[in-house]
């Protein structure tokens, strides 16, 4: 079976050790026993160290990059959400939106509290104007990932560029709470505020 990607390949490294130490150790038993067919035994040991060889051949080529290893973790372990969100990132730089908005909606019926996939669901669907869907997207993103500091301050901003002044203000001056180190913020705070004083 194939390992799912929570469970992190590079962790059962150090207990392969145990299975290493115990291949020897049956190694030595049976060459001991059996001495006479010493050479069928070394002759099975170097069958298992090429498979085993190619085997990590194949799966260095899943490591490739960032893009080859999720392509490859969504065949053995697709039911994980955070699999598709990384997805949904993967074809959104590939310029792919259907496919990305395909795959965060996977992401959010697998998790449906899953804010960082509503977010980038609400970021792809801005980044081909349909301005309503993001705007939906960024306020569940909002309601489930009351910390997620970015969701409020894109929001924030097509307000802004709606001329929806008064949310706007309230939203980024949410993210200022959230974020206050972010300077960025502050201005285009300020901003906002500048401009909204200007209208009255």
Known sequence: FGLAWIVAERYVYLASLGIIASFVLMWQ?????????????????ILIILALGARTITRNNDWK??????????KVASSGHVI?????????????YDKSISEYKT????????????????NTYLEINKVEEAIY?????????????????????IYYQLGELKKA????AQAVEINPSDENLKKNLEIIRTQKALKH
């Open 29 to 45: 038993v049976l060459n001991e026993k059996f001495y006479e067919t010493k050479k069928m035994y070394w002759l099975v040991g």
């Open 169 to 172: 203000e309230e939203l980024f």
């Open 107 to 122: 992401a959010i019926a697998i998790q449906p509290n899953y804010a960082d996939a509503m977010h980038n669901l609400a």
């Open 137 to 157: 997207w960024y306020s569940q993103a909002i309601k489930f990932g009351p910390r997620l500091w970015q969701s409020y301050q894109n929001l924030g901003a």
């Open 84 to 96: 598709h969100n990384n997805l949904g990132d993967m074809y959104g730089r590939w310029k792919q």
């Open 65 to 74: 990059n960032q893009d080859t290893l999720w392509l490859s973790t969504v």
